[in-house]
C-alpha cells in the first residue's frame, strides 16, 4: 500500500486523513509497515547478482520495513511516538495517539511482528490492508472457481496458505503468524487499503467488503 510501485502520497495523504479523524475522537493506533513490493526487487536484485541465504533475504526485507516505517513516522509526526518498534517484545510505553512498527529479525514478516505487538499491548484485533479485496478458497487469478471467504476459522485458512515462511512470500497473512493467532485467538481481518471507505464501515462496525479470520465462528 505504501510503494506499489512509486511511493503512493495519494493513499498516505487519505490515510492520514481517515487515521486523523478518529484520533480526533480519541482512538489509538499501531501501524505497522510492510516491505512490499519494494523489498521483493531488493531482494530479487541481491540475488541476481550474488546468491543469497534467506537470512540475508530476510534482511532485506527487514531493512524495507524500517524505511516505510520511518516515512509513516514522518507523515504523522505531529501525532506519533518518536521511537519505531523493532522489536515485538520490547517494553513499550508510549502515550501519543500513534505507533509506528516495522520488521524485527528473519524467519517472519511484519505480519508476525504485528501479532506479537498486539499481544504485547493486549490487542485481540488486527486490520491487515493489502490489496486484494478477500481471500480466496484459490488464486481467482488462475483458478476461475475461486470463491471469496467472508469469515474463516483459523484452522481452515492455514490449509490455503503455505506452511512455511519464505522470504518475499506473498501469502493473504504469513504462515508464523497464522499459527501464533490461532494459538493466542487472535482475530484478523484482511482488507483492500485502496478502499479507505470501506475501512471506516469496518472501524465503525458496519457491513465491510473482506475477510475475517476468527478463532471460532460463532
Known sequence: MIVPNE??????????????????RGFRFVLIAGGGKTARRYQAAGNDVTPLTKDDMDWLGIHTTRLNAHLLRSVFVHEAHPRIVTSPHDDINWKE??????????????????VLIAKNLSISKIINLSNIDY??????????????IENIEWQEFRKLIPKEWDPGLSSPFD????????????????????????????????????????????
Open 97 to 114: 495517539s500513534i505507533l509506528i512498527g516495522a520488521g524485527w529479525r528473519p524467519g517472519c514478516s511484519t505480519d508476525y511482528d504485528a
Open 7 to 24: 511511493i503512493d502520497t495519494v493513499f498516505l495523504a487519505n490515510f492520514k486523513t481517515l487515521i486523523l479523524d478518529y484520533v480526533s
Open 135 to 148: 481471500v480466496y478458497t484459490a488464486d481467482p487469478r488462475t483458478n476461475p472457481d475461486a470463491t471469496k
Open 175 to 218: 504462515p508464523i503468524a497464522a499459527r501464533e493467532c490461532e494459538k493466542i485467538g487472535m482475530e484478523v481481518a484482511i482488507l483492500n487499503g485502496n478502499n479507505l471507505t470501506n475501512l471506516r464501515a469496518y472501524l465503525e462496525g458496519e457491513v465491510f467488503a473482506g475477510t475475517r479470520i476468527l478463532p471460532n465462528i460463532l
